[in-house]
């Protein structure tokens, strides 16, 4: 079973609108959560790190952390066709453990 | 920001042929990984390394091999690639907080 299940699976907004992603993990050893955004032909780059309960906002990003309940989330408002990518995240026991990733979630913003 | 750079950029291989893939990062960081994507499954660790001439299994490493020859190169070796080997391959470094990803290697086994 995936230690990391990441939900949608895809996800259509419209220009402006907000974005929504959800993941959960099943290992409470994993202390350290990331979104890491991928664009079509590139590599995975880290967007946001979250290691504390709460929220965590960063320009039109929002992280959003519940550790009780191993639930990590990110929220994009003013979604740009530019944000128009693979949505991944991932977590780690430490800063230099692996990462575990979720199956990924395809984000297509319409103009 | 940190660079991390992959060769080839894509490959097509032989059934039971040896297929080696390079990476090569400038930032003097100790951990590099190697993942493989499928579409469904996300990224997946196969190999990693915290310092040179030394290698770590990952979560699926079976049919493959790692090197790590120096800090700046770390190759990824499939002895006999099989059909089921067919997929994205990306090298990463971490600085201590990040991991930083390479381009990618698309890899077709025919």
């Known amino acids: 079973q995936q230690k990391v299940q990441q939900s949608p699976e895809s996800l259509s907004v419209p220009e402006g609108g907000m974005a929504s992603f959800n993941c959960t993990s099943s290992d409470r050893n994993f202390q350290y959560f990331w979104w890491y955004r991928q664009h079509s032909g590139e590599g995975p780059k880290a967007l946001m790190?979250?290691?504390?309960?709460g929220d965590k906002k960063e320009g039109r990003f929002t992280a959003h952390l519940n550790k009780a309940s191993l639930h990590v989330s990110l929220h994009i408002r003013d979604s740009q066709p530019s944000d128009s990518a693979l949505y991944f995240c991932?977590?780690?026991?430490?800063?230099?453990?692996?990462?575990?990733f979720g199956q990924g979630t395809s984000l297509s913003v319409v103009p | 920001e940190a660079a991390v750079t992959q060769s080839p950029r894509s490959k097509v291989a032989v059934t039971g042929g040896k297929v080696t893939l390079s990476c090569h990062q400038t930032n003097n960081h100790d951990y590099m990984y190697w993942y493989r994507q499928d579409t469904g499954h996300g990224l997946r660790l196969i190999h990693y390394s915290y310092v040179a001439d030394s290698t770590e299994k990952g979560d699926i490493p079976d049919g493959y091999k790692a090197s790590r020859p120096s800090q700046e190169n770390f190759s990824l070796i499939l002895e006999l690639a099989s059909l089921s080997q067919t997929a994205v391959y990306f090298c990463?470094?971490?600085?201590?907080?990040?991991?930083?990803f390479g381009p990618g290697t698309r890899l077709t086994v025919l």
């Open positions: 990463a470094s971490n600085d201590g907080y990040e991991q930083y």
């Open positions: 991932a977590a780690s026991s430490s800063s230099f453990s692996k990462l575990v």
């Open positions: 790190s979250i290691f504390s309960d």
